[in-house]
Every structure is written in C-alpha cells, then in structure tokens.
C-alpha cells in the first residue's frame, strides 16, 4: 500500500467512523478515539488535583495576605489563572490554552516574588505558597505543551524555585538542606508526572494505531471477499447466459437442440439486461422447497426440457429457504440439466427436490456415459462456476458422481448455522 492509499484509506475510515454520532456529543475519529479519551482522563485528573494542592497553597498564602499591594496582585493573578484553568480541565474546553496561560505565569511570578515579598522575613523551615504551585506548573506544561517542553518545564521550575529562595535568604547556609529538600521532592514529582502523562498517551495512541490497522485490514478482507463473490457471479453469468448459448448455438443440428438454443440466447439476453439493476437478484424473503422444484421446472421447459420434479419430504408451504439460495440452487440445477441434456442427450434425466436439515437438496441425475470431473479443463465453467461455486457462495456444496452407468449432481444447502 502506497503512502497516498494510507492517506485515503484512513480519511475514509475517519468519514465512517464519524457517521454515528451519540447523541449531543462530538465523535473522534478512529485514529484519534482513544487518544482523545484518555487526554480527557488525564485533564480530570490535573484539575482534581489542582482542587486539591492548589486548595492548600491558598490557605498557606493568607499567612502573607497583608504584606502588600504587590503581593495581592500577584496573588490574584496566580490563583486567579489557576481556578480558569482548573474549570477548564474539568469542562473539557479550552483546558489546553488555560493550562499554557497558567504554565507560564507561575515561572514569571517567582521571577518577581524577591520584589513583591521584599521587608518581610523569609522563615527557611516553612515552605511559601508559591511552593505548593510548582507540579501544577508541571502538569499544565504536560497538557499544554509538547513532550520536550513539558520535562525543560518540570525541571525548570524547580531550579528557579531553588534561585528564588536562596535570592530570598540571601544565600543563608540555613536556607540550603530545606530548599535543597524541596526542591528535590518537587523535581522527582514533576518528572513522574510528566513521564507516566508521556506513558499513557503512547498507549491510547498505540491502541488507536492496532484500531485503524483493524479496521483497514477488515476492508480489505471484505473488499478481497467481494471481488471473490463478484468473480463466481460473472462468471457463471457467463458462462451460464452467454458461453453455454453460443456453445449450444454451435452444436445445434437438430429441432430440439436449436430450441434449447434459443431458451438459452433468451436467457442470455434478459440477464445481461438485468445486470446493471440496482436488484439484480431480486428480494430475500424465503422460499418454499416446493418453489425450488417449481422453479427448476419452469427453467427446464425453457431449456425445452420438460419434465416433473420428483418431491420427497417437501412441504410447499413451508417457507424456509431465503431468496437468494433458492435461485442459486435453481440457477446451478439448470446448468446441471443443461449439461445433461448436451453432453448425454438426457438420456434417463431425473431430478429430485427433498429436504436437508433446515434447507434443501437437489439430485440430478441422468443415465449417459459419464464425465471424468478431474479432467476437466480449468477454462470450462458449466460445473465449477455454474454449479460449485455458485452453491458455495450461498453457504452450501454441491458433489458429483459420475462413472459408466450416469452421473449425479447433487446440490445441498443445509439451512442457516446457527449462532
């Protein structure tokens, strides 16, 4: 497959996979259906998490609440992004561009919290509310920027944090183990963060890759089967309608076999006319096993073979045989009648109709002198197009028996397999 056939294919595969919709809400696209679930799940997870730290880092921010003008400014504006992007995450709206608006705030306000917090006495044992912020600068890189930018900012704010501190205490030696502690605690945090956002991604982008693969190999299956069903449908439509009448055409030498001619010219005709309905087959309510044997006599009269189907077990009634396998096993016991009627002058020609199973069985049978099926040319069709492969493209099989007292073509479709 080329490059240009992936693209194609998978723009078709988004076009199916958009078309059922649930109700209210937004369909992804195959590639993408999984991906987008879970950066859903990893939003909801930020902002619980958002609620909760960044509800601590509130409470501890009030200890400083009147230090100043400067101080509330920053302290609005920090909190203030933070709950946007918090809601956000939790709406599924917007939670990308909130995120980058808070990821790069919290750095800018640690670049001016030595100014804003300056005359006031920096304890190094308690920790600043600006603390409890810096994995939540982290994880908003994670959903906001791209997988390099999301680990520069997990470390990144970490050593700025420390700069800032120490800036703070004036570089004091007590400063250095607790800043050296938290600092380390929040660095491993962020990098976990970051890492296990990284981990489940790849896996729903992994999952909507095996997905689309799927899909696209279930389309070229069903493509492949379908090319397989149209090959055995034209070629037994040529052979049964056009081959088998110029065939008969040829042969012709008496009354009789220039009727059967003719039938089969007439045959011909109508069926190509017809192959170009939007029906072709015409409709798929079931059938009767009468009406088989009906209709295998309707068509041998055609062939100007008339004769009487012999009925065993066959409720006429009894409608169990959908459409399309009932004209198929017609369509392959008139190539069969056919064949006996050219090939053995339908010396002794028999056909029976009785039940198998759930479906139905047809006999035909005739006393000629028998036909070598192995050797057979690959380029004759009248019994593995007309006959076998048009049975096993309905879910049932056909045999032959032949030797030197006659031959036996025997079409079975057991009935549906059940679930």
Same mark, same amino acid.
């Given at each position: 497959?080329?490059?240009?056939?992936?693209?194609?294919?998978?723009?078709?595969?988004?076009?199916? $996979?958009?078309?059922? #919709?649930?109700?209210?809400?937004?369909?992804?696209?195959?590639?993408?259906?999984?991906?987008?679930?879970?950066?859903?799940?990893?939003?909801?997870?930020?902002?619980?998490?958002?609620?909760?730290?960044?509800?601590?880092?509130?409470?501890?921010?009030?200890?400083?609440?009147?230090?100043?003008? #400067?101080?509330?400014?920053?302290?609005?504006?920090?909190?203030?992004?933070?709950?946007?992007?918090?809601?956000?995450?939790?709406?599924?709206?917007?939670?990308?561009?909130?995120?980058?608006?808070?990821?790069?705030?919290?750095?800018?306000?640690?670049?001016? $919290?030595?100014?804003?917090?300056?005359?006031?006495? #920096?304890?190094?044992?308690?920790?600043? $509310?600006?603390?409890?912020?810096?994995?939540?600068?982290?994880?908003?890189?994670?959903?906001?920027?791209?997988?390099? *930018?999301?680990?520069? *900012?997990?470390?990144?704010?970490?050593?700025?944090?420390?700069?800032?501190?120490?800036?703070?205490?004036?570089?004091?030696?007590?400063?250095?183990?607790?800043?050296?502690?938290?600092?380390?605690?929040?660095?491993?945090? !962020?990098?976990?963060?970051?890492?296990?956002? $990284?981990?489940?991604?790849?896996?729903?982008? !992994?999952?909507? &890759?095996?997905?689309?693969?799927?899909?696209?190999?279930?389309?070229?299956? &069903?493509?492949?089967?379908?090319?397989?069903?149209?090959?055995?449908?034209?070629?037994?439509?040529?052979?049964?309608?056009?081959?088998?009448?110029?065939?008969?055409?040829?042969?012709?030498?008496?009354?009789?076999?220039?009727?059967?001619?003719?039938?089969?010219?007439?045959?011909?005709?109508?069926?190509?006319?017809?192959?170009?309905?939007?029906?072709?087959?015409?409709?798929?309510?079931?059938?009767?096993?009468?009406?088989?044997?009906?209709?295998?006599?309707?068509?041998?009269?055609?062939?100007?073979?008339?004769?009487?189907?012999?009925?065993?077990?066959?409720?006429?009634?009894?409608?169990?045989?959908?459409?399309?396998?009932?004209?198929?096993?017609?369509?392959?016991?008139?190539?069969?009648?056919?064949?006996?009627?050219?090939?053995?002058?339908?010396?002794?020609?028999?056909?029976?109709?009785?039940?198998?199973?759930? !479906?139905?069985?047809?006999?035909?049978?005739?006393? !000629?002198?028998?036909?070598?099926?192995?050797?057979? #040319?690959?380029?004759?069709?009248?019994?593995?197009?007309?006959?076998?492969?048009?049975?096993? &493209?309905?879910?049932?099989?056909?045999?032959?028996?032949?030797?030197?007292?006659?031959?036996?073509?025997?079409?079975?479709?057991?009935?549906?397999?059940?679930?």
């Amino acid at each position: 497959m080329t490059s240009q056939d992936a693209v194609t294919a998978q723009s078709v595969i988004d076009a199916a $996979w958009g078309t059922l #919709p649930p109700s209210g809400r937004t369909v992804e696209t195959a590639g993408r259906y999984t991906a987008t679930r879970m950066e859903r799940i990893i939003q909801i997870v930020v902002a619980v998490g958002c609620l909760t730290i960044g509800g601590q880092g509130f409470v501890a921010s009030w200890d400083l609440y009147d230090i100043g003008v #400067p101080h509330a400014v920053l302290h609005a504006v920090v909190f203030l992004s933070l709950a946007v992007m918090t809601v956000l995450c939790l709406l599924g709206r917007g939670a990308r561009a909130a995120s980058a608006v808070f990821a790069i705030v919290y750095p800018l306000a640690l670049m001016v $919290w030595p100014l804003v917090t300056a005359g006031t006495r #920096p304890d190094p044992s308690a920790q600043p $509310w600006t603390f409890y912020l810096i994995n939540l600068a982290a994880v908003a890189a994670m959903i906001a920027f791209p997988l390099g *930018w999301q680990f520069a *900012w997990a470390i990144g704010t970490s050593v700025l944090y420390a700069v800032v501190r120490l800036v703070e205490g004036g570089f004091a030696p007590e400063f250095w183990s607790g800043i050296g502690y938290d600092v380390s605690v929040a660095l491993i945090l !962020g990098l976990v963060f970051v890492t296990v956002g $990284w981990v489940l991604r790849s896996l729903a982008s !992994g999952v909507d &890759a095996a997905r689309v693969q799927a899909v696209m190999s279930y389309a070229r299956a &069903a493509s492949a089967d379908a090319g397989e069903q149209e090959r055995v449908a034209v070629a037994a439509l040529m052979h049964d309608s056009v081959l088998a009448a110029l065939i008969a055409g040829e042969r012709a030498h008496t009354d009789r076999e220039r009727q059967l001619a003719v039938s089969m010219a007439r045959e011909a005709l109508t069926r190509l006319a017809n192959a170009e309905s939007d029906d072709p087959e015409g409709s798929d309510e079931p059938v009767s096993r009468g009406w088989i044997a009906s209709g295998i006599e309707q068509s041998a009269a055609e062939l100007g073979v008339p004769l009487e189907v012999r009925r065993s077990d066959v409720d006429d009634e009894q409608a169990v045989v959908p459409g399309r396998v009932a004209r198929a096993v017609v369509l392959a016991a008139t190539q069969a009648i056919a064949n006996a009627v050219q090939h053995a002058e339908g010396a002794g020609l028999n056909v029976a109709v009785s039940r198998a199973g759930r !479906g139905v069985r047809v006999e035909v049978s005739d006393s !000629g002198p028998g036909v070598d099926v192995a050797s057979i #040319p690959a380029d004759r069709l009248g019994i593995r197009a007309s006959i076998f492969a048009r049975l096993a &493209a309905v879910g049932g099989e056909a045999t032959i028996a032949s030797g030197s007292t006659g031959t036996t073509v025997a079409m079975t479709w057991a009935g549906e397999k059940q679930a």
